[in-house]
């Protein structure tokens, strides 16, 4: 038995999804260096592949139907370093102008691409809410996306912040309301949701988006915390986090020096301050719930407007697997919609 298998807290729909499916507990490594040639192993790659699989498994045209909506893929150049990134663009037929969710995908900003099939489906069930969907293919710290350029912070930040700037420059051509533009993204993406939020407000750019929605955010940067119970208790819940690696695939620096665009919970107040409607959304079961929430209490205790949802029942990130629990997938995507067209 795996802890999500034993959990009596969890959905028992995650529980025949997901089975005995979990991310085996990873020593500390030394360096980048390394952490780039284990996962280059055949044991690693055949566990990517299963992982993979799962994944897939659960981004079915079932639960999540493209009818009515137009898939295109758009591209455009990043700065500073004129790299080319792809996004997928989904939104609902016809010429109306829309809302429009930029979104982040998750894989610890280390992994995964806003094309694989889970996350297709994903941005299908948020279009399908009448928003227009940007889902940016940014670059990954340990794993490609269709970005071929595998690269430590702030590459993939970089590329967040050019394509939220691409899509509001093009919000005529996309059809979007240039007015009604928010940023989402969960886990890693949850990181540079609020990541690309904190260096539009640096730039003096922050009226180009009017909120930020992140899911189950992965910001801490070590693991286990002392000041976060879920971090234990919930450690090895379908994923974990209890060891260096990423944070040494991100860049190492970055954490010992309390960078808040590589790690959002070192934001200091006057970081946050100023920010737009800030919405954090947890799971009950996910090691990573407790610093999504005391971001949240940082985000009041700045004087942003934010509010906070908790998911009973579920895993990381559940909401990004739609063929799990098809209902929370949806009543999260109703939540994101609301945010976009009322900035509230």
Same mark, same amino acid.
């Not at 139907?65 to 004129?82: C, I, M, R, W, Y």
């Not at 971090?231 to 990423?246: A, D, Y």
């Given at each position: 038995m795996t802890k999500l298998l034993d959990d009596p807290r969890i959905d028992p729909r995650i529980k025949t999804v997901f089975g005995d499916f979990s991310q085996p507990a990873a020593s500390d490594l030394s360096s980048r260096e390394e952490l780039l040639a284990a996962m280059r192993t055949p044991e690693a790659q055949a566990a990517l592949a299963i992982e993979a699989a799962l994944y897939r498994s659960t981004g079915t045209e079932? +639960? +999540?139907?493209?009818?009515?909506?137009?898939?295109?893929?758009?591209?455009?150049?990043?700065?500073?370093?004129?790299?080319?990134?792809?996004?997928?663009?989904?939104r609902p037929e016809g010429e109306a102008v829309l809302p429009c969710v930029y979104y982040t995908h998750g894989g610890g900003m280390a992994y995964l691409s806003a094309f694989d099939d889970n996350y297709r489906a994903w941005?299908?069930?948020?279009? +399908?809410?009448?928003?227009?969907?940007?889902?940016?293919?940014?670059?990954?710290c340990m794993l490609a996306s269709s970005a071929p350029e595998v690269a430590p912070y702030p590459a993939g930040l970089n590329d967040c912040v050019s394509g939220l700037r691409w899509t509001h420059a093009n919000a005529r051509d996309l059809g979007v309301d240039p007015t009604r533009i928010i940023i989402a993204g969960d886990s890693g993406g949850g990181n540079l949701a609020l +990541?690309?939020?904190?260096?539009?407000?640096?730039?003096?750019?922050?009226?180009?988006v009017r909120g930020v929605y992140a899911l189950c955010p992965y910001i801490g940067?070590?693991?286990?915390?002392?000041?976060?119970?879920?971090?234990?208790?919930?450690?090895?819940?379908?994923?974990?986090?209890?060891?260096?690696?990423?944070?040494l695939a991100y860049g190492i620096e970055a954490l010992e020096r309390g960078d808040p665009l590589a790690w959002p919970s070192f934001a200091t107040e006057e970081d946050l301050r100023g920010l737009p409607q800030t919405v954090i959304s947890v799971n009950e079961c996910d090691p990573l719930l407790d610093e999504g929430v005391s971001f949240y209490r940082k985000l009041l205790a700045a004087g942003v407007p934010a509010r906070c949802r908790q998911v009973m029942g579920t895993i990381h990130a559940t909401e990004v697997f739609p063929a799990c629990a098809p209902d929370i997938s949806a009543n999260t995507a109703n939540d994101i919609a609301y945010l976009a067209r009322t900035g509230a």
């Open positions: 079932e +639960a +999540a139907p493209s009818q009515g909506l137009v898939v295109e893929v758009k591209t455009f150049v990043s700065a500073p370093d004129g790299n080319s990134v792809k996004i997928q663009y989904i941005g299908r069930i948020l279009a +399908a809410q009448g928003l227009a969907v940007a889902m940016v293919d940014f670059r990954n +990541a690309t939020a904190m260096k539009l407000k640096q730039d003096g750019d922050i009226g180009l940067g070590r693991w286990p915390h002392p000041d976060h119970p879920s971090s234990i208790h919930n450690e090895g819940i379908f994923i974990s986090v209890g060891n260096n690696r990423i944070p």
